[in-house]
């Protein structure tokens, strides 16, 4: 898997594989369904963090163009999951509610601009040759591009930032 990803990104994707031609014109809005459970290997260096989501209430509204294809989706609601090192046993509980914005371009690759919490991740090498993973909660604003190759940029972050991969290390 070497596309970016975020719990709530996965989301959005998938909520956009039930938008229909027939409300191509006007914004849908739709529940966010994600597994019950999500494994993320390659993202921490010495462990695979396990992802269980404990509330989910997350929407997406997505606005398409005429031909009904994509332009953006705007993610709100409620996620909080708790994310385990099953290797040592620690976990964390957080509230990674954003909102955000997924805004999508011709060329096949994407924008996202996350606020609020948001957990993100990167799988190795995503972020650039020899990269290792990452996986990190920001309270406040991350904007990076999904490259059309699965490859990530990450254009900007404020906000406080936690190194998931510390925390459960």
Same mark, same amino acid.
């Not at 385990?84 to 805004?103: D, H, Y």
């Not at 996986?135 to 998931?164: C, K, M, P, Y």
């Given at each position: 898997?070497?596309?970016?990803?975020?719990?709530? =990104? /996965?989301?959005?994707?998938?909520?956009?594989?039930?938008?229909?031609?027939? %409300?191509? +014109?006007?914004?849908?809005?739709?529940?966010?369904?994600?597994?019950?459970?999500?494994?993320?290997?390659?993202?921490?260096? &010495?462990?695979?963090?396990?992802? &269980?989501?404990?509330?989910?209430?997350?929407? $997406?509204?997505?606005?398409?163009?005429?031909?009904? &294809?994509?332009?953006?989706?705007?993610? +709100?609601? =409620?996620?909080?999951?708790?994310?385990?090192?099953?290797?040592? $046993?620690?976990?964390?509980?957080?509230?990674?509610? @954003?909102?955000?914005?997924?805004?999508? %371009?011709? &060329?096949?690759?994407?924008?996202?601009?996350?606020?609020?919490?948001?957990?993100?991740?990167?799988?190795?090498? +995503?972020?650039?040759? $020899?990269?290792?993973?990452?996986?990190?909660?920001? %309270? @406040? +604003? /991350?904007?990076? /591009?999904?490259?059309?190759? @699965?490859?990530?940029?990450?254009?900007?972050?404020?906000?406080?930032?936690?190194?998931?991969? /510390?925390?459960?290390?």
């Amino acid at each position: 898997m070497r596309r970016v990803a975020s719990l709530c =990104s /996965v989301a959005v994707l998938m909520a956009l594989t039930l938008a229909t031609p027939a %409300h191509a +014109q006007r914004p849908t809005r739709e529940s966010m369904p994600l597994p019950d459970r999500i494994r993320l290997p390659n993202v921490c260096s &010495d462990f695979t963090i396990v992802a &269980d989501i404990l509330v989910n209430r997350e929407y $997406g509204i997505t606005f398409t163009d005429a031909n009904g &294809d994509p332009i953006r989706t705007i993610t +709100q609601g =409620s996620l909080k999951v708790r994310l385990t090192n099953p290797e040592n $046993g620690e976990s964390i509980v957080r509230n990674i509610s @954003g909102p955000g914005e997924l805004v999508f %371009h011709a &060329d096949g690759s994407s924008t996202q601009t996350s606020r609020g919490a948001w957990f993100l991740f990167f799988f190795e090498g +995503q972020l650039g040759t $020899g990269m290792t993973g990452t996986g990190f909660v920001n %309270h @406040g +604003q /991350v904007v990076f /591009v999904n490259n059309a190759d @699965g490859t990530a940029t990450i254009l900007s972050r404020t906000g406080t930032f936690e190194d998931v991969c /510390v925390t459960l290390g």
